[in-house]
């Protein structure tokens, strides 16, 4: 299949980051860019290139939703089946579960391996940092963002710089929540997906 011609890059981040601002300023009344929504950390959807005005952030209310407590609670049958046999908050990797800030941080990984695992990592953040956060790694790390699922999605993979295996990075933000996971080598069809809708419904 022929690749398809790319444009300049400070041209794609600029669209990129004029995405990301519109996806904040009009969340709730955006819908998914015909990207889709809730497979995994695999694709790279186009963003949009409408350029909006910057968004003034306004302080947030209390959370919609709340940060659930379990790590296992928040992932589907099919995605614990993809994890089955990775070990879960194993305490050589510090402090996990549940945290005093009412966040929650899930690691999977073996600490006998390597490489291979992921560590979600969900925390309330209000509107504007979260716009300021996503826009840096738009600017700065060429992430892809998109709408879907009534928030603002950014994503990004690479090689391992020591492993031939792909790390990647997910963030999604919706009402004052980002749900931010890092893997290397893992990246169960589906995962961010079920932690959103285990969230938001």
Known sequence: MATPA???????????????????????????????????FTYSPTPTTDAPATPTPTPSATPLADIPDDCRAILTADVLAQLEGIPLNDPAFGSSGPQPDGGLVCVWRDPATDTTGLVTTITYMSRGPALDMLNKLVTDDGYTCYTPDGGTRCEKTW????YPVT????????DDILIDTTYSNLAPSGYTGAVVASIFG
């Open 159 to 162: 090689q391992n710089e020591t």
């Open 167 to 174: 790390d990647g990075r997910t963030l999604f933000w919706r």
């Open 6 to 40: 790319r444009a300049p890059r400070g041209g794609r981040r600029a669209a990129a980051a004029a995405s990301v601002l519109l996806a904040l300023a009009v969340l709730t009344a955006c819908a998914p860019d015909d990207a889709p929504s809730g497979d995994g």
